[in-house]
C-alpha cells in the first residue's frame, strides 16, 4: 500500500465527527468487537504470533489518519502484541473497558486483541477491538476466521497455509471518490439531493439528536433501553403466503411493514426508513476487511396507501430506488441536502432496519480455535448513533428475533412498543389481504 490518500466520504464524516467531539470534550467509540468465551486451553503465546501474522496480513489494520485535513496514511504501523488482563471479580466490564478505551489514529495501529484468563478454568475471555473507520460486522468475521487458522498453523494443528488476503478496500475507496466526481456521480447526487426526504433545518441554532453534553460517553451502553420481540417459527411461516404474492422475502415484508407503522404513528416518527446495505457488489470485496458497509433510505410515498397491493407495488420500486442509490455513502447524500448534518448523518431521526436472513447465520457464527469451544456473547460500545435501531435476525428453529435500541430524549417506551404493536398489525393486514392467516392467529 502507498500513501496519502483521501479517505472515503464514510470515513471522513466519522474523521470531522471525532474532531468535533475533540473540541467540546466528548468521546464516543465507534469500534467493532467481537467478544469471546473461548472453553479449552488456549495457547497465549501461539495466539499472539497468529495475531502478529493476522495484522501484517490485512495491512489496513496498521494505517492511521489525520483527522484534520482529513487524509489516510497508508505507511503500516508496527504489529502490537495481545493486551493480556488479569483477571478481576468484573472480567466482562473490564474486556468492555479496553474494548472502548480510544485508538491513536495519527499513528496507528487500529485494532487490539484482549484476553482474560479465568482462574479455575480452562476458560479465557477474548476481545477483537477494531476502529469502525477501517472495518465493519462482516471484516469482523473475516478476521476471526483467519485468526482462527493462524493460530492453528501456529500451534501445528493446520498445516495449511492461509491463501492471499484480497485486501481489496483502498483501491474500492479510491474508485469511489473517483466516481462520485465524475459527472455520472455528481448527476445521482444531485438526483439523490431532490429525492431523499431529510428532517426540516427546524429553529435556528437546532442541532442534530445526539449532539452535546446529554451524549456523552456511557460505559457499555448499558444505559441505552432495549425492547425485544420474537416471533415464532408458526408465526414467521404465515407470512410465507404474503411475502410470495408481494415478490418480497419475509425480511423485507416486515420492513414494509415497520415503515407502514412509522407513517401510521403519526408526525413524531420519521418519514422514511433506513436499510442496512453491505456494499460489497462484487466478489473480490468478500475476503476484504474494510467499512464497506453503509445505508440507504427507502423512501416510499406510497406508505400510506390503503389498498395492501399498491402499497407493496410503491413500496418495491423504494427497496429498487434505495438501491441503486447505494453508490452513494449515506454521509455525502446527507452533506449534499443538509451540510450541517454531515458529521451526524447517522444521527437523522430514522428508523434504522438492520437484517440478518438465516443463510448469513452459518457466516457469522464463530468457528472455533483447535481443541476448544466458542461462545460469542454481544458487547454494547457508548450508545448509538440512530435514534431507533432496530435489528432482525431469523433464527435456526424457523422465528424472527427483533431488538429495538433507542434513544430515550427522542422516543419513550411506549413510543417503540406501540410501533412494534402497529408493526405486526400491518403484517397481519398484509396477510389478510391474500387470504392467508394472520401473525396473531390460533389454530381452532
Known sequence: MTGPITPSWTQRSRLLRLVEDAEAGLYRPQHTISALRVRGSLDLAALNLAWLRLQRRHPILL??????????????????????????????????????????????????????????????????????LVSDAWSRRILLDDLYRLYDLEIGASTTNLPPAPGAYVGWVERQNDYLESTAGLNLRRKLARHILLPDRGPAGRRPVGRGAADQRLAGGADVPRIERQLDADSYERLLPAAKRFRLTRLQLVLAALDAASAELGEHFPAATIMAVAGRPRPDLHGSVGWFADQVAVVNRGRRHADPAEQMRSFREAVVAALDSARVPWALVVADTVPEWFTHSMSLPYISFNAQPLRMGPALRPAAFAGTEIEEFPVHLGRPDGALLTYWSEDDGGGLRAALRYKPERYSEADVLALWESTIANLDRFAESVGGRTVGSTDR
Open 63 to 132: 494505517t492511521s489518519f489525520d483527522p484534520h485535513k482529513p487524509l489516510w496514511r497508508l505507511d503500516p504501523a508496527d504489529p502490537v502484541d495481545l493486551v493480556r488482563l488479569p483477571y478481576l471479580a468484573e472480567a466482562r466490564q473490564a474486556l468492555v473497558r479496553e474494548a472502548e478505551r480510544p485508538f491513536d489514529l495519527e499513528r496507528g495501529p487500529l485494532a487490539r486483541l484482549v484476553a482474560i484468563p479465568l482462574p479455575d478454568t480452562a476458560e479465557t475471555l477474548l476481545g477483537m477491538v477494531v476502529d469502525h
